[in-house]
C-alpha cells in the first residue's frame, strides 16, 4: 500500500470534501455501522476508500429518492400558448402574449 492510501481524513474535512450535511451527521452513520471509519484517539477519521463510499451511498439514496419521487407524482406538463418566435426572443410568457395580442389588432 502506498502512503496515500494510508492518509486519513478528519470529519470536518470529509464534509467540505464530499458534500455530507455535517459532522454530526457523519458521526451518527459511523457510530450506527451504515460508515466505516478509523477512531485516532478521540476523533473519527476517514480514509479515501471510506469518503468513495460514502459519495457512493449519498449517491444511491439520492438516486432512489428521486426515482421514488417520480413514481409517486403525476407528470407534470408545461402549458405553452405562446408563439415559439416570442419565446425564442427570450420574453416571458405574459410578454409573449402581449406581443401576440398587438401583432393580431
Same mark, same amino acid.
Given at each position: 500500500?502506498?502512503?496515500?492510501?494510508?492518509?486519513?481524513?478528519?470529519?470536518?474535512?470529509?464534509?467540505?470534501?464530499?458534500?455530507?450535511?455535517?459532522?454530526?451527521?457523519?458521526?451518527?452513520?459511523?457510530?450506527?455501522?451504515?460508515?466505516?471509519?478509523?477512531?485516532?484517539?478521540?476523533?473519527?477519521?476517514? =480514509?479515501?476508500?471510506?469518503?468513495? #463510499?460514502?459519495?457512493?451511498?449519498? /449517491?444511491? *439514496? $439520492?438516486?432512489?429518492?428521486?426515482?421514488?419521487?417520480?413514481?409517486?407524482?403525476?407528470?407534470?406538463?408545461?402549458?405553452?400558448? =405562446?408563439?415559439?418566435?416570442?419565446? #425564442?426572443?427570450?420574453?416571458?410568457? /405574459?410578454? *409573449? $402574449?402581449?406581443?401576440?395580442?398587438?401583432?393580431?389588432?
Amino acid at each position: 500500500m502506498t502512503a496515500a492510501e494510508y492518509q486519513t481524513f478528519a470529519l470536518d474535512a470529509v464534509v467540505e470534501l464530499t458534500g455530507a450535511p455535517s459532522v454530526d451527521w457523519l458521526d451518527r452513520r459511523i457510530k450506527s455501522g451504515e460508515l466505516t471509519a478509523v477512531l485516532s484517539g478521540r476523533e473519527w477519521r476517514m =480514509t479515501h476508500s471510506d469518503m468513495c #463510499r460514502l459519495v457512493d451511498n449519498m /449517491r444511491a *439514496a $439520492a438516486e432512489q429518492k428521486l426515482a421514488e419521487r417520480l413514481a409517486t407524482e403525476p407528470a407534470k406538463t408545461k402549458k405553452t400558448t =405562446t408563439p415559439a418566435a416570442a419565446n #425564442r426572443a427570450g420574453l416571458s410568457a /405574459r410578454g *409573449a $402574449a402581449r406581443a401576440q395580442r398587438r401583432q393580431t389588432a
